[in-house]
């Protein structure tokens, strides 16, 4: 399963078409480690199942629009290839991609229009808008923020934060929503890492918007009508994603944005504990929250999903194992 190796899209068909083994193919090279530690967890070893991400694929496009093509698109378009194909070799393949905001319902009260994995021939679509959904559960989180807290303050600021889990997803999932809509996106995406825009007070978890536009004028460069239109943006959702069902919300919410804003989050909560301790820095134990990078933390995520589902705790992808006919041994 640990195949890295670059392969023209024509190359990669001939492949699955040639070989008796298994093939997953996901976005990104995330995607790919997620999946790698579900079936290790799931199935054990098995060198049947090769599982290959859409980084690995070349475009077949040319140089002018080879930066247009996502891999998301690859993964579509090599998955609807494959199943076009007659007898038995189809049964080797399937994609795995992220849903993004596809198949929700957001002109009127919130809705999610499939509420479960869309299948798609030998396509599968996340639950979620993308991988990272699957670990807004506290189940998954617990550890992981745990063992990336260096602070003695853990245990309290896990209870803080999890009386306050679905609010500060409620939020997340706001920003997420009008940084699409105003087509910030991966300019948002960094501004919700910063702690100090979390505010915590009797009445709740909140953002502190002076603070957050601040961040966005200055760290992200980004223009005052930017984000004042941004900030318009963020209060209108803010109020249809408050009055929708939490379990929507959990899914809807941008996989990025939401795990970054639950560190940060976090950090703030470490803060006020350690705060209200009266010992210590309270800044530098929220700084020491977030020394480890976004990589790494969702790689302890990961693990941790993958370990929770073996124990059938948490929702997965079965249907990508149910198409490709793979079950324990």
């Known amino acids: 399963m640990t195949d890295e190796s670059m392969y023209a899209p024509s190359v990669y068909r001939k492949m699955v078409r040639m070989s008796p083994l298994k093939y997953i193919l996901v976005e990104g090279e ?6 790698m530690y579900l079936v290790e967890e799931i199935f054990g070893e098995r060198d049947d199942i090769q599982i290959h991400g859409a980084h690995q694929i070349r475009s077949d496009t040319g140089a002018k629009d080879r930066g247009k ?11 609807q290839m494959i199943g076009t194909w007659e007898g038995k070799y189809a049964e080797r393949f399937v994609g795995f991609v992220d849903r993004e905001f596809r198949g929700f319902d957001l002109d009127g009260e919130i809705q999610d229009l499939i509420g479960k994995h869309n299948i798609v021939d030998r396509l599968v679509w996340s639950k979620g ?24 303050f853990f245990k309290d600021a896990l209870a803080l934060f999890k009386q306050h889990i679905e609010q500060i997803l409620r939020i997340a999932c706001a920003i997420g929503l009008a940084a699409w809509k105003c087509n910030l996106l991966k300019r948002i995406r960094g501004s919700v890492a910063d702690w100090s825009i979390v505010e915590l007070s009797a009445s709740g978890l909140s953002i502190n918007i002076k603070e957050w536009m601040h961040n966005l004028t200055t760290k992200q460069k980004l223009s005052h009508e930017d984000a004042l239109n941004l900030k318009e943006a963020f209060q209108e959702w803010s109020i249809k994603v408050s009055a929708s069902d939490f379990s929507t919300v959990r899914w809807l919410c941008d996989g990025h944005i939401g795990l970054t804003f639950i560190w940060a989050a976090f950090a703030r909560c470490v803060f006020e504990v350690s705060q209200k301790s009266g010992q210590g820095d309270p800044r530098w134990e929220a700084i020491n929250v977030l020394r480890s990078n976004e990589t790494v933390r969702f790689n302890a995520c990961a693990g941790e999903w993958a370990f929770q589902v073996a124990k059938q705790s948490c929702d997965y992808p079965i249907d990508i194992f149910a198409i490709l006919g793979i079950s324990k041994s």
């Open 30 to 35: 995330d995607d790919k480690r997620c999946l």
């Open 129 to 152: 808008h993308s991988v990272e959904n699957y670990f807004f559960d506290f189940t998954v989180l617990a550890r992981p923020l745990r063992h990336h807290s260096v602070t003695l």
């Open 69 to 79: 093509v996502g891999n998301r698109e690859k993964v579509e378009e090599i998955a």
